[in-house]
DNA sequence: CTGAAAGCGCTTACAG
DNA sequence: CTGAAAGCGCTTACAG
């Protein structure tokens, strides 16, 4: 009954360390000492606060702590989008790592938006966050990275823009992932490349553009590479796709920007009843889950992405520690090629052989 | 110059409302009034307060502020994985929401496990959280619930639980859509159908299948419904489609309990060289985005994902002002068949015909 | 219209 | 080993 009454009072007051003090009869200094286990206490005593706590159900009030010591145990994150598969891998890791190491973390959708962005960091900054990360859009100038730093708190890149030099960052080789899928299908045979990827004001196209460049330009036999640029999308890839479909009919294997891209170029592919991997070869970039839900499975390049996520918290928490770094600290993280059904070894391009059959 | 040295110490102190006050030679609390438009204060020394604030640079501490006023502009969110790209949209529309109403947004990723939801709760309860959204495993408990209610603050949970009574809700429609994709493919003239789906305990499960029987009842001519239970991933699509082809071959349609397992049946007829949707038809429930990138694009159920998470918000946002509600409110969103290209009208089995050809 | 005071809930030197 | 005091950066009645 009485239980019920209680109930009814909707916004009960949570007890506060006051109230633990006065119900275990010492001072709130030596609550606050008991709890945290700092300074001596007695053990009798603190035996008989914990108790008392734990009676009140007592929950100290993280502002208040916050306030004083000057930390609010929490990580920002800033990424464009957390509807983007890449993202949400990310940001997994982020936050296990985070939780783990006792932090909350406060998800921001920046749309890449730089006035956005602007605002997410000062309205965190306002709550004392710890710690920061961002996927910076484009490129980051100087003064940009001074405003950045002028806050004094630990900020790490995700994805390092070019020119950065004073915050730290954790990205993965984009050059080698583009040598990679390069490299791969001209063992697999293929001479007449296209590259479907976005535009190459950002430092991760470029960065890919040039590793599959690379492999391209090692081979001995001069193949030929044909470079799109379009939408990093979904209907950017299918668009693209379908250019090379009606302008390029000798290409036989394309390598794109991202997984999703590469999706839409199937779909391009199946409309035009070109049949991958046997008719042509593609090779996708991030090894989102799903890509290896579709049929034909996609072949792609695979991004720790959960690793990354967790990587730049750990950094962040060793930026915490020790401010005064003499220079920024950059992890970059290796990318493999996963191999699975939707490239293959080139042969003579079908319609010719059925058209053609040798008696 | 002067600048450079600045720039090396780090940690610069940011500037507090007392520095502002000092500036402008006026008290704090005038400064206070100024900035938060309360009470009177001359225009004049107010514009004078407001360029001290902007030349200092100056950002309330809302650490501070929330101590006082008691709450935290603070929203959290307890899904079980953002990797999943149902809440990934979801949180998208939570994010916005709660950003476009001033607060900021904490994430955490439960993995449905009851204590992991539980610590969370508590963690949030103790930052001085304004509200929570939870996604709650399984069905929660009137004492659970109880205890929830005792924090004090506004809680809406997703996906109502069954047995709910004293929170808020904000759900869909789930029977609608297990009746929608019913009817659908009766209507396209299948007869035998097969429901995949998970674990019956969980509210959601149950209700889909009940209106996926619901449909089948009310159709005349007695069709049959076979219903298997699995995991509800893309494994378990997959492995239960393989069932259904070796055990059922006669069944022509199923009906997946989500997207994703509907991705892994498609996975397995393509395998067992099952024709979709010649030979079989497949309707999802989610619309995930990429439902429409697959080939053959997913028929599906679609949920409007995103204004859920903007309507969780705002309920949130309501209960707060108004903590006295007599009873609480539930909202439920409804969902509609997206056609695609996985489902067509039923016809005579494929390898009947191939193989008996009528003269 | 403005300032002085009290207080939000905690922590941290500092006496004792 | 413990308590009294000061203070973190703000807001909010309350005088004047």
């Known amino acids: ?108 959708n920046s749309d890449l938006h730089p006035e956005k962005q602007r605002r997410y960091i000062k309205s965190l900054a306002s709550r004392g966050i710890d710690g920061i990360i961002v996927n910076w859009a484009a490129s980051l100038q100087p003064p940009e990275e001074d405003v950045l730093m002028s806050y004094g708190i630990p900020i790490v890149l995700l994805n390092s823009p070019t020119g950065v030099r004073k915050l730290s960052t954790v990205s993965m080789d984009n050059l ?33 553009q040039k590793g599959f460049l690379r492999s391209i330009e090692s081979s001995g036999d001069k193949p030929s590479a044909l470079i799109l640029h379009g939408d990093q999308s979904f209907l950017g890839g299918y668009r693209m796709a379908w250019k090379l479909i009606s302008d390029h009919p000798e290409v036989s294997a394309v390598f794109t920007h991202n997984d999703v891209m590469a999706f839409g170029a199937l779909k391009a592919f199946a409309e035009a009843g070109r049949r991958v991997p046997d008719e042509i ?57 996963v191999e699975r059904q939707s490239a293959m070894r080139f042969t003579q391009s079908f319609p010719t052989q059925r058209l053609e059959p040798r008696p």
Not at 178 to 204: C, I, M, N, V, W
Request: proline letters at 4%; a positive charge.
């Open 176 to 208: 080698q992932g583009g040598f990679l899928a390069g490299s791969y299908l001209l063992k697999l045979g293929h001479r007449r490349l296209a590259l479907l990827t976005g535009p190459e004001d950002q430092a991760r196209v470029a960065e890919r």
């Open 1 to 108: 009954m009485a239980w019920t009454r209680d109930n009814s009072k909707r916004l009960a007051r949570r007890s506060t360390i006051k109230d633990v003090a006065r119900e275990s009869g010492v001072d709130v200094s030596t609550v606050s000492r008991s709890l945290n286990h700092k300074g001596y206490v007695n053990p009798e005593t603190r035996m008989r606060i914990l108790a008392a706590a734990e009676r009140l159900n007592y929950m100290p009030n993280r502002l208040a702590r916050g306030l004083v010591t000057g930390d609010s145990h929490t990580l920002g994150l800033i990424i464009s989008d957390i509807r983007n598969p890449f993202f949400a891998e990310m940001a997994r890791g982020v936050e296990d790592s985070a939780n783990h190491a006792g932090f909350d973390l406060v998800l921001c």
């Open 281 to 337: 070869s593609v090779v996708g970039f991030d090894n989102v889950e799903i890509s290896q839900m579709i049929q034909p499975a996609l072949t792609t390049i695979n991004q720790p992405k959960y690793e990354i996520g967790a990587a730049a918290v750990e950094l962040l928490l060793m930026l915490k520690t020790t401010p005064n770094l003499a220079a920024p600290i950059h992890r970059v993280f290796g990318v493999s090629l």
